[in-house]
């Protein structure tokens, strides 16, 4: 996943993109660059490295004064993570900045070689950037639908033609893209955040729409038609979209958690009739990545548990191409915060084409899989920004709550449903106050932040908590990190327990306590150091336990798993590293 931010108006494009890029960095941070246009020249800068060392080259650099500009800030897909490859590229009198893939980049390099193009990069962008030249005469628009009709991929192109002196273009299929219209301009950004701080208002292109943004004007084409758009008002401030006076945005998103948690509960706790009714499906399937698929897994436990519905938890790269048995009676929940992963939107258009009902739990509302998805239910998040999902997660496995609530109501099979709907209320409080013991978790992190394996065990729901605990960590710390089904470990993984190897042991669900605590037994016995966290005191501490209040089924995971992220970010945090923006990884992944 990549960033992209353009600007066209009255400013000077260069603070105004290299502000946007850092809004976008957590898009992707291997290398970065900018193009300047005025009437005379378009100047294109490049760095690898963070936005800072863009920036850095630019002061030391004269750069051009300009009224048109792009920028783009990169997560390497095709073609490693240096200068050359780095966007924006040029080729004629096309400059392009891209987000997405090409799937078919190599056979339009090669047509276009033998038309004598020389390629200076490895990335399909370039390629997009000779195709677009190749067919412009003087018309852009027509130079780029003849180049979209060649292309086969995802794509949001940021595009300046160097004879054109005060246009700027773009398009998008699959990747995101919006259209800002600002009083003192006109922006285009791969997210809202970028730009929020110059207006409020923008505008959401469907696939393959090619919009012309001039001073004061926006003009959007469906072929050569003009058509037109409605105008979007955002209701994202600009303070959502900073840290504020936290020390990275992971811990700001932590600690905004009893804060959206409510802000999602009021939606829909007085409003249960919004909660979309799965009690009529025979099957559900629960295709995500990531946190977002641990979310499911939660999901998963709560509408068989509650419910009584068969549920299956599929991961979106692998259901994506697998032979699916669907019938009529079958929900595909597709479950994605940014609602731009590549696998999942793939898992969703799967479902569609075989006119399968889905619902999408999703937190962007301007995002292809909201748009896209038959049934669609916003968590109330807010942006974002840290590459490791906190509250959006929080809330994705909330969502599931509420879901399976409401279907164990309609089909009689909850009888405390009000009771469990109050207990809900409360619930933002309970979290804060576990929040406000944040010293007990840094404790923790200063236990096992040399540690090089650590490991998560728990059972059903537990087990679900373990996952996500376990990337929590492993994501921002770097410590390599499993969770098992406790009752596993014993067939295998138990060989890797030595001395001082943290095991946390996640122990709420009565029915099976007594079977964890054993598995507890078998690795301390193997000097394990065990970190518990329970809702239940008579769960003995071996080395460390942190006692939740025991809440219903429902919403107990809310309560435990805040801990889990607060000793991943704690623990990265005395490792001194990038928090969030971890090497290596992109906070949606838009590619396969
Ligand atoms: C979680 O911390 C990771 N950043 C990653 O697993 C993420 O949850 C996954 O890529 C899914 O992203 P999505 O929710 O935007 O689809």
Not at 42 to 54: R, Y
Not at 411 to 420: A, C, H, Q, S, W
Request: glycine share 6%.
């Amino acid at each position: 996943m990549c960033g992209i931010v353009g600007y066209i108006g009255k400013e000077n494009p260069k603070d105004i993109l290299i502000e946007g890029l850092k809004k976008l960095e957590y898009r992707g941070y291997d290398s970065s660059g900018i193009a300047l246009k005025n009437n005379e020249k378009v100047q294109v800068i490049k760095s690898t490295g963070k936005i800072k060392d863009l920036e850095i080259k630019m002061r030391n650099i004269k750069v051009i004064d300009s009224n048109i500009g792009i920028a783009h800030t990169r997560w390497a897909t095709h073609g490693i993570a240096n200068e050359t490859n780095a966007h924006p590229h040029t080729v004629g009198k096309v400059t392009i900045v891209h987000n997405g893939i090409i799937e078919n980049a190599d056979k339009l390099r090669e047509k276009l070689i033998k038309d004598g193009i020389k390629f200076n990069s490895e990335t399909d962008t370039e390629v997009a950037c000779a195709l677009i030249n190749k067919y412009y005469q003087n018309d852009p628009v027509e130079a780029i639908n003849k180049a979209l009709k060649e292309i086969i991929g995802s794509y949001a192109f940021g595009i300046i033609f160097e004879d054109i002196n005060d246009k700027l273009y773009a398009v998008r299929k699959d990747s995101p893209l919006i259209i800002g219209v600002g009083k003192e301009g006109n922006y285009i950004a791969s997210d809202i955040a970028a730009i929020i701080k110059y207006t409020e208002e923008y505008i959401l292109l469907d696939d393959n729409e090619v919009v012309e943004l001039s001073n004061d004007k926006v003009n959007v084409y469906q072929g050569n038609k003009l058509i037109d758009k409605k105008i979007e008002k955002s209701n994202l401030s600009i303070d959502e979209a900073s840290k504020g006076s936290y020390k990275h945005f992971m811990l700001k998103e932590i600690m905004e958690e009893p804060m959206v948690l409510q802000r999602t509960l009021n939606k829909y706790l007085d409003n249960m009739e919004e909660i979309f009714d799965v009690s009529k499906y025979e099957e559900i399937h629960i295709v995500a990545c990531g946190s977002a698929m641990y979310a499911g897994m939660i999901g998963r436990c709560l509408l068989e548990e509650k419910a009584n519905i068969k549920c299956y938890v599929e991961c979106a790269s692998e259901y994506r191409y697998k032979k699916v048995i669907y019938d009529r009676k079958t929900l595909v929940i597709l479950v994605s915060q940014s609602g731009e992963t590549a696998d999942t939107i793939a898992a969703m258009c799967k479902a569609n084409e075989e006119r399968i009902d889905t619902l999408a739990i999703v937190n962007v509302k301007t995002s292809t899989i909201a748009r896209e998805a038959k049934h669609c239910l916003f968590i109330e998040a807010g942006p974002e920004i840290a590459v490791a999902t906190t509250k959006a997660y929080l809330l994705q496995a909330a969502m599931f709550s509420l879901i399976a609530l409401k279907a164990a109501n309609v089909k009689g099979l909850e009888k405390n449903y009000n009771d469990v709907l109050n207990e809900a209320k409360n619930l933002p409080k309970k979290l804060k106050k576990i929040l406000d013991d944040k010293e007990i978790f840094m404790n923790v992190a200063k236990d096992i932040k040399d540690c090089r394996d650590a490991f998560f065990i728990g059972r059903g729901v537990d087990y679900a908590i373990c996952e996500e605990g376990s990337l929590k960590l492993k994501e921002v710390s770097y410590i390599h990190s499993d969770a098992y089904q406790a009752g596993e470990l014993k067939h295998g993984t138990i060989s890797l327990i030595e001395e001082g190897v943290p095991v946390f042991a996640i122990i709420t669900d009565d029915k099976i306590k007594a079977k964890t605590e054993s598995n507890v037994i078998e690795v301390e016995s193997r000097h394990a150091k065990i970190f518990t966290i329970t809702n239940d005191k008579t769960i003995k501490d071996h080395h460390f336990r942190y006692l939740v209040e025991k809440i219903s089924d429902y919403f107990q995971p809310i309560l435990v798993v805040p801990p889990l992220q607060l000793i991943g970010y704690y623990t990265a945090d005395l490792r001194k590293l990038d928090i969030d923006k971890p090497r290596n990884l992109a906070k949606s992944v838009t590619v396969e």
